[in-house]
């Protein structure tokens, strides 16, 4: 079936900027996270979607970072005001919420690479 | 929240020879590690995970060891090959919910 899709796959952009990076999810998924991951660095955890419970935001660098996730699928997050240190690769995953002692596998797309010029 | 940490940061094996990545987690409460794979420009993958009611587990060359009193996992790499050579991600759980990850172990085998 179908895996994680993002969209661009890359993209450029001028400081200042606001830009958006869309995540398909595996159908039927609830959780979706957000990380950001610069060259040879580790997984920053941005944000977290689960269900209809309230997200955790608690990893967004700053008041410039959002992201919705809409009708349970789809989600976007949004960079206001970009800066050069906001390039990296953005990546998206989804997991199926299973019962509990279930596998909490995290599927991940292929990413966004953003490169603020 | 839980904090991960993970070690070591770099590690450089020959082929052949065993490679050994820790995780050490601080939720007594967390109770599902799984361990990643990112391969250079790819996506991480899942390649092994255990739950808290296991050990120990294994598959072919890579096995998980857990030590729930010390709140520790490893990776076990086993006669290691080139294609092994990737960033390694251990991450903690409880059940269904946020993951938190370490911040990855680079392994290079060398031929």
């Known amino acids: 079936g179908a895996g994680v899709s993002q969209s661009p796959s890359n993209k450029v952009t001028e400081k200042g900027k606001d830009v958006e990076l869309r995540c398909d999810p595996i159908s039927g998924h609830t959780a979706l996270y957000w990380y950001r991951q610069s060259l040879g660095q580790g997984l920053e955890f941005l944000i977290y979607f689960q269900g209809n419970s309230a997200p955790d935001k608690s990893g967004l660098p700053s008041d410039r970072f959002s992201a919705e996730r809409t009708g349970g699928s789809v989600s976007t997050l949004t960079i206001q005001r970009t800066q050069q240190e906001d390039s990296a690769v953005y990546l998206c995953?989804?997991?199926?919420?299973?019962?509990?002692?279930?596998?909490?596998?995290?599927?991940f797309g292929p990413g966004t690479r953003l490169t603020v010029l | 929240g839980e904090n991960v940490e993970q070690h070591p940061s770099t590690l450089s094996v020959q082929e052949g020879d065993s490679a050994v990545i820790k995780c050490t987690y601080s939720?007594?409460?967390?109770?599902?590690f799984p361990w990643y794979k990112q391969e250079l420009g790819k996506r991480p993958q899942l390649i092994i995970d255990i739950r808290s009611n296991v050990g120990e587990k294994k598959d072919q060359r890579i096995a998980v060891t857990l030590n729930k009193t010390a709140k520790h996992f490893s990776l076990h790499i086993t006669e290691t090959q080139p294609e092994d050579s990737a960033v390694y991600f251990c991450a903690a759980s409880i059940g269904a919910g946020k993951s938190t990850f370490g911040d990855g172990t680079t392994l290079t085998v060398k031929p």
């Open positions: 939720d007594s409460a967390s109770n599902y």
């Open positions: 995953a989804s997991s199926l919420r299973g019962l509990a002692g279930g596998r909490n596998e995290q599927f």
